[in-house]
C-alpha cells in the first residue's frame, strides 16, 4: 500500500492534516517544512524543503505519494522534479497561479506581516476560526503560526519553475482545486505542462475550504493513491510490470 507524504501551507504546520490523516487506513507523514512547526525559525529554502520530504519518503520506505496544499504543493513540484524515482504520484492542491499581480499582493502582504509576526499570526488565527469548521481551525494553529517567514517563502515560490518542473515528472499528477480558489487561475497551463496530469475541481469550495471535510478529502486521496498502488502478480508465470498501476476500472493506468 503506498504510503502518504502531506506538506501544509504557508505559515502552518504538519498538524493542518491530522484531520486528513485520522481517515486514512494507509500509512502517512505529514512534515514540518523549515520555518514552521517543530522547524520555526528556521531559515526557508526551496532545496532545505525537498530535503525534508525526501527525508519524510525515505522513512517510509523509499517511495511514496506526496499531497500539498498551496506552498505544499509548490514544494511537492520541486520534490517531483528533483527525486522523481521516490515521488509516486503527485497531488498539488491550491497550487496553480504564476499570476504577477498575485505575487506583488503577496510579497506587500508577506512584508508588512513580518514587521509585526505575532499580530499577523493572531490575524491568521482568527481567520482560520471564521472560516473553518471548529476540528480543522484548530488543526491548522495547533503546530504554532510562523508569519515571520512569508517573505522568504513568498521568494523561495515566486524564483521556482513550476511549469518546468511538472514537464519534468514523468509520473502521475493530480492538480486538485476548490472551485471558487484564486488560485486555480493558471490552472489550464499547469495542467497542459503535466505529462500525465488530471484536473480535479472541488465543487464550492475555496483555497482553504478544501480542509473543511477532511472526511471526503481524505477518501479522495486515497482513491488517486490506489491508482498508483504496486500491481498484484497476474499470469500464470507470476510476472507483474515494475511500477504498474491499476486505474479506477482494473486497467493499468
Not at 7 to 26: E, K
Not at 42 to 67: N, Q, T
Request: some cysteine; proline content about 8%.
Amino acid at each position: 500500500m503506498r504510503p502518504i507524504v502531506f506538506l501544509h501551507g504557508i505559515r502552518v504546520s504538519a498538524t493542518m492534516w491530522d484531520p486528513v490523516i485520522d481517515h486514512l487506513d494507509r500509512p502517512a507523514k505529514a512534515v514540518d517544512l523549515p520555518g514552521h512547526g517543530t522547524r520555526a525559525g528556521e531559515p526557508f529554502s526551496m532545496d532545505d524543503a525537498v530535503s525534508a520530504v525526501s527525508a519524510a519518503i525515505d522513512a517510509l520506505g523509499g517511495r511514496a505519494v506526496v499531497a500539498g496544499l498551496s506552498l505544499g504543493g509548490y514544494v511537492g513540484m520541486a520534490t517531483a522534479e528533483r527525486f522523481p524515482d521516490k515521488v509516486a504520484g503527485l497531488v498539488a492542491m491550491g497550487c496553480t497561479s504564476r499570476s504577477q499581480s498575485m505575487l506583488g499582493v503577496y510579497r506587500f502582504a508577506a512584508r508588512l506581516a513580518a514587521r509585526n509576526p505575532a499580530r499577523a499570526n493572531r490575524i491568521s488565527e482568527y481567520g482560520f476560526r471564521r472560516f473553518l469548521p471548529a476540528p480543522s481551525a484548530a488543526a491548522m494553529v495547533a503546530g504554532g503560526l510562523s508569519c515571520e517567514v512569508l517573505p522568504q517563502v513568498v521568494e523561495a515560490v515566486a524564483a521556482h519553475d513550476q511549469l518546468t518542473a511538472l514537464a519534468a515528472y514523468p509520473g502521475r499528477v493530480w492538480l486538485v482545486n476548490g472551485s471558487r480558489d484564486p488560485f486555480r487561475a493558471d490552472e489550464r497551463d499547469f495542467l497542459r505542462a503535466c505529462r500525465n496530469g488530471r484536473l480535479i475541481l472541488i465543487p464550492g469550495r475555496g483555497h482553504l475550504g478544501v480542509l473543511a471535510a477532511p472526511g471526503s478529502l481524505a477518501r479522495l486521496v486515497d482513491d488517486l493513491c490506489s491508482q498508483v498502488e504496486p500491481c498484484s502478480p497476474v499470469g500464470p508465470g507470476g510476472w507483474s510490470e515494475p511500477g504498474c498501476a491499476s486505474g479506477p476500472d482494473g486497467f493499468p493506468g
